[in-house]
């Protein structure tokens, strides 16, 4: 492809809108268009990588066993009401829905659980015909509140999700474990630096699921790790080993009710300097409201250590609520009698008849000599023993683990500290289990001719968010540096000169290399070298010829990589093979 005959406009101008590097790259070279916030049109450029990604995954997909199809994006309302995800996913705000003219209610499928669920009930009946694992390359929408970060998180995006189907957890293990090889060989042959950790499973449901994570130093995502290889996770499920307890050794004193004033002091920082104490002392309590399966909202007071945050994605599912808001202000008056800053565990009051469950951070379980709020505006109760006063009362619920996970913490797994780094999701594997197979009764008959419901698994990889995150981890302050496998071009020849001599030997070299097989650009244009060269570092080809007339006159042209940047002269007759090498040997640097 010649540059005078290609759809590829770049631009010296960061957009206003892109807040992130790969957001700005993709813009300014010309790979892809806004059309509508969080909504993206592919240049022939972008959509080349695009392509690249999709035969990577499609090929890896196919040699797992993995068996392709296309299914509907339009879906009516009846299978996610089915499946129970209709009401949640609309509470969300994140569902793109419709009405057709008959007043019918449909939705542009997020993912598509419920209607591959739906052919496969339609169409096995038998043990025999397990199992399988069905996938798809399809769009996907999603109504972001706040639509960011380019490709990174749209609301409309290319998306390959697959299902297995299995006929007890002894497949669906066997599938989990085939996905998560045919992830990591996806992510390698992108030449992406990944790591894979444990997750929330949201809104998808089921009993474990694990995130496959570009790591980048822009990546919205934060990842924690342990130094001793033994652990991975992102935040949201991140946990910590047992923490240093300040009140190791000690003997508890006695309870000392409201004898600690903390007037006007409302932050914990604050009120441990005014207590003489350190944070780990103070125990924040706070009150949510939790709606369970049946929608109903119950109050839960949750106890923490006050040098540590509630992690609230891991504590819906750690009290068994479906999901959990801070209570009003108004409920918060009449259940405690106080404001923020002062509310203690003891003493509360139901709220309508409801009466409030207490739940307590393992952080604090041994905990003793502590300060907490006393439920009037600035007093606190001093000698707080959680196991002496906290767990005796009535509305104590359990022990859970819903801290957020810190730098320097120590690994859940006994050896190691934790470390933070950041990441971008570009896929997400699920063992969902019966959660879908059982609310939409896709049942078979086992060896026994007993109807089982089938156990699934889920498997997603975002196509553009890869793109993204592969620009997020491969750039420099010119331009993208693109792993060989994803670049729209591996090579680029640019004439430097309009002279007959120049021309000439740029062509030659142009439809030499594009005989041997090697997927060759030509800036032909009849631009400045200068701008030339910045547009070739801005786009990003692995590998660059330079044909010149001062160099032509010596029997050289220069030859470099994206990533070096450093030219070497090389003899035309010779730039073939050298090209040839170098991409084979990932580009990094040039094979002379």
Known sequence: MRWSQSFLVTLREVPGDAEVVSHQLLYRAGLVHKLAAGIYSYTPFGFRSLRKMTEIVREEMDAAGALEVDLPILQPKELWVESGRWDRYMNEGILFHLKDRKDAEFALAPTAEEAVTDMVRRSVTSWRQLPFNLYQIRTKFRDEIRPRFGLLRGREFLMKDAYSFDIDQKGLDAHYKKMDGAYRRIFDRCGLEFAVVQADSGAIGGSASEEFMVVADTGEDALVFSDAGDYGANIEKAMTGKLPEPWAGEEARPFGEANAPTPGITTTEGQAKHLRTTPARIVNTMIYEAVGADGKA?????????DLDINEVKLPKAIGALHVRLASEEILRKVTGTRPGFV????????EENPISLFIDRSLEHGANLWCGANREGLHHSGVSIARDVMSQPAFASVVEIATAREGDPSPM?????????????????????????????EVADQ????????????????GRTIAAAIEQHHDDVGIVWPVPLAPYACVVASLQRDAAVLAAADKLYEELKAAGVEVFYDDRDERPGVKFKDIDLVGFPVRVVVGGKGLARGVVEVSTRRERKASEIAPDRVVEVVKRTLAAGATTLAV
Do not use: D, W
């Open 298 to 306: 119950r109050l839960a007071a949750v106890l923490i250590r006050g």
């Open 344 to 351: 203690g565990p003891l003493g509360l009051l139901p709220f």
């Open 414 to 442: 006994g050896a190691g500290t934790l470390h933070i780094k950041r990441g971008i999701e570009v896929g997400h594997i699920f063992k969902l289990g019966t959660k879908y197979s059982e609310s939409m009764k896709c």
């Open 448 to 463: 026994n001719q007993k109807m089982v419901p089938l156990a699934m698994g889920c498997y997603g990889l975002g196509l």
